[in-house]
C-alpha cells in the first residue's frame, strides 16, 4: 500500500494491491469506499467466525491459502452486496450453503482445494460458475463438475423381469391369496351352520363322502407305488 501526495497541496490518495476476481489488481487514488477483505495466503486457523454476518456492505472476501477448517458458514449469506468470493486452498468441509445462491451480485467464485462434498446449488450465477471454481473437492456433484448426482443404482437381476418370470410370480401370489380367502369365507360359513342346526345329515355326507374320496386316492397311489417297486 502506498501514499501518494497530490501536486504539493497535503491531499493524499491511498493505492492498494489486492486479488480481485483472481486477479492482481491496483487500486490508486481512492475517494470512494470499497469495502474489501483480503488475507489470503497466511497461516490462519479455526472457522470462518460467523460474526462477519455484519459486513452487509462488503464487496469482496480473499481467505484463500490459509488452513480454515470447517463449514462454510450460511451467514456469509447476508453478505448481499458481495461481489466476489474466494476460499480456495484451505481444510473447509460440508456442503456448499444454498443460501450462497440468493447473493444478487456473486459473479466470482472459488472454493477449490477445499474438502467440501454434497451437491453444488443449481440456480442462478452459479450456473455461470466453471469447472475451475470447485477444482479438488472431490466429494461434490452436480453442474459444472464431471460427477452426478442422486445415482440409481441398477436393480439386483433376481428383481428384474426375465423371459415374464415376473408377472408369472405375481400372478402366483394372487391365486394363493384369492384361495386363502375363499377358504376362510367357507370356513365360517361351515361354522355358523353347524352352530345353527347341529350336524345336518347333508353336511355329515358330504364330510364322510369326500374323506372316502381322499382314501381311496391313497390307496390307489399306494398301489401304484407298490407295484413299481415290484418291477
Not at 458481495?82 to 473447509?92: I, K, P, V
Not at 467464485?109 to 443449481?122: C, K, T, Y
Request: overall charge positive; some cysteine; hydrophobic content about 35%.
Amino acid at each position: 500500500m502506498g501514499v501518494n501526495d497530490l501536486g504539493g497541496r497535503g491531499f493524499y490518495a491511498y493505492s492498494i494491491e489486492i486479488v480481485m476476481k483472481e486477479q492482481d489488481m491496483e487500486l490508486v487514488k481512492i475517494f470512494t469506499m470499497r469495502m474489501i477483505i483480503d488475507l489470503s495466503n497466511n497461516q490462519f486457523e479455526g472457522g470462518i467466525p460467523k460474526v462477519i454476518r455484519k459486513l452487509n456492505l462488503l464487496k469482496g472476501l480473499n481467505l484463500s491459502h490459509n488452513n480454515l477448517n470447517g463449514d462454510i458458514p450460511t451467514s456469509i449469506g447476508n453478505l448481499t452486496s458481495l461481489e466476489w468470493l474466494d476460499l480456495s486452498s484451505n481444510r473447509l468441509s460440508g456442503t456448499i450453503p444454498n443460501r450462497l445462491a440468493e447473493l444478487p451480485f456473486l459473479s466470482s467464485l472459488n472454493v477449490s482445494e477445499n474438502q467440501l462434498h454434497g451437491q453444488i446449488p443449481q440456480c442462478k450465477q452459479f450456473n455461470t460458475f466453471g469447472n475451475d471454481s470447485y477444482e479438488e473437492n472431490k466429494g461434490q456433484c452436480g453442474f459444472p463438475v464431471s460427477k452426478g448426482c442422486n445415482i440409481i443404482e441398477p436393480a439386483p437381476p433376481n428383481v428384474l423381469e426375465k423371459d415374464g418370470s415376473k408377472s408369472n410370480i405375481s400372478f402366483g401370489w394372487k391365486v394363493v391369496l384369492i384361495g386363502y380367502g375363499c377358504g376362510v369365507v367357507l370356513g365360517m360359513f361351515v361354522g355358523y351352520v353347524v352352530f345353527q342346526t347341529g350336524k345336518p345329515k347333508w353336511l355329515v355326507n358330504l364330510v364322510e363322502n369326500l374323506h372316502k374320496k381322499r382314501r381311496r386316492r391313497k390307496s390307489k397311489e399306494g398301489n401304484r407305488s407298490s407295484r413299481r417297486r415290484r418291477i
